[in-house]
């Protein structure tokens, strides 16, 4: 049961100014994203009628519609949140967080590669399975959603029990997938410039972390930070820290 002051506290962050332009901030941004992602749909809907339905046009719409479903889900929790209790100061945390996130875009500027057949399927499944295991991750996630580095409430359970950045790693297989679709130097250039940023907003992510929830450290302990541990015992626990 919520205590009086636990209301009190949740409806005083709730009302913080900051708090109120980040949620505007973020949901116009991704409401456009979503915009254009449904005209992708809507295009790649086209093409696969006039292609007669071509593996690489089914592939282009089943992409937008996964990356729809994604946006949508983040709208609603960035929507239904409640203020931070812990933010990270400075103004390279923040540059971390928007390249990290809208840095992949970039790719769609790039003319498309011809990767017959099987590469379309390969880019299609890496797509669709990064973005749905980033759809169950958000619904663990839940209202503790947000881009810069700030903390709500520590998530520790379901695929945080595994590993403690999952939507990073579900993220960067899905941006594999983008990749494949647009694959040149460039691409590659963007892509590994894109991971740079997204280890940087883990280490702040984690910065923040430590110092709102004091169970964390156990947490961070046992918990590798990108790969699960696959197997048991001291091997794997030396495995968890070198990767952790």
Known sequence: METKSQADDESGRAQDPRELIGK???IATFATIWGLNMLSTGAGLLAFSEAGGSL????RVLS?????????????????????????????????ALAGTF?????????????GNAGQM????????????SLYVLHFL??????TPQARRLVVDGPYALVRHPLYVCEAVAGVGFFLQVASWQALLILCTQFMFQIRRMLNEEQVLWIAFP????????????????VKGDVGAQIGRRVG
């Not at 690489?56 to 592939?59: G, L, N, T």
């Open 24 to 26: 505007v901030a973020l």
């Open 215 to 230: 169970d964390y450290a156990a947490y961070a302990a046992r918990t590798p930070r990108l790969f699960p541990k696959l």
């Open 142 to 147: 839940g209202t503790s959603l947000s881009l």
């Open 56 to 59: 690489s046009s089914m592939a």
């Open 103 to 115: 840095l992949p875009m970039a790719l769609m500027l790039l003319p498309r590669a011809e990767i």
């Open 122 to 133: 390969a880019s299609f499944l890496l797509i669709c399975a990064g973005m749905c295991a």
């Open 64 to 96: 937008a519609f996964s990356t729809t479903m994604f946006t949508t889900m983040f709208i609603v929790f960035v929507w239904r949140r409640h203020g931070a209790t812990h933010r990270l100061p400075g103004i390279m945390p923040r540059l971390d």
